[in-house]
């Protein structure tokens, strides 16, 4: 009988080795370089609970293997907020969204510089300038690019990120040309789950925006909202998209369901699938910048701290229409879990090789920074904060009140 490829190197998760190896096959298999497939990306979506640590333990691997004991931490600003023409139903600042965010127009530049500075002193060595919106008029991406120079004169070694929506022909490249070292253009959900999220652009529109910033010259940020409903075979078509798209980082949000929008009351995950989805990110793109995002506090609850062993990069402090955790507080769960905040222009990301280094120096809060000296003021467990309404936005960015960060 011909013996196939696949039948004379036995498929490592279909081989179903003992639980304690299988994960680890896995992992072996990635870092010597090989693709994982969808089949194994779903089974690692559905690995039982009792498993979840050893897949965790195995994407981990993955995760110190590129970037070492690193944790990005990037800070958002959210240049404009609400008043948005389009309609996608889990967003706050969405068509007749009736929750009650914080509404603004255009930051000036001394307002922008101010509210990234806060983020900056805090250690993110990323900031992420964010307005809502279709996309920029070319008047609209001059003020981000004003914005973006001031910025980086301000603080020379940081990286500058813009989300501004969907881009026209030659925006790409003056934000390139003013310093901005990404794009940030989620994809959101699967494109074929995209019709069930928004009526009013389609995943295509959104590929073109990650590819026109990523031509142009700028990182590609693009990352996805889980837990709107869709499959867990349309998240692995999603994961594999983006791997194939060659983004450098994928933020990885939980869905935050705002009271008055289409998603109020939709509670499909827990922090255990958030784990997974996140372990499968990884395998699926080992060595891409995954991003801790948007509803880490309220879907991960107590399992925070653990995510980080997978995803290697987070948003500090307060998120653009929602609060975080403290921002103190993500920076002690960073020292607890053993890891160190990358620093800008002095750390390298990725590359350091697989370590167990049980006792590599932890991190600390950075000059200027106040160390955390109590419990880290997280509220309420995660089933106890999901009968809770998402808390909104009231500080930093927009209003006259101190940033959380
Ligand atoms: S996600 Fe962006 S485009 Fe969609 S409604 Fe919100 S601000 Fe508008």
Redesign the pocket.
Known sequence: MATTPESAAPHPVAAQPPAATRWHDLADHVLAGNQISAAEALAVLRAPDSQLMEVVAAASRLRFHHFSNKVKVNYLVNLKSGL?????F??????N?TAGILRYTWLNTEEAVTAARAGIAAGASRVCLVA???GPSNREVGKVTDIIEAIKSDTPGVEVCACL?ALKDGQAAKLCASGADAYNH?L?TAESHYEEI?T??TYADREHTVAEAHGAGLSACSGFIAGMGETHEQLVELAFDLRAKGVDSIPVNFLLPFDGTPLEGVDALNPRDCLRILAMVRFVAPDTEIRVAAGRERHLGNLQGIALYVANSLFLGDYLTSEGQPGAADLEMIADAGLEVLRMDTDVEGGAGESDDDNAPTATPPTGQAAVTGPADTGASSTESKQNPVPIRTRGAGTTEPANA
């Open positions: 948005c023409p389009e309609d996608c889990y967003c706050s600042q969405r068509l969204s809502s919106g279709t929506g989620n959101n928004c009013t652009h």
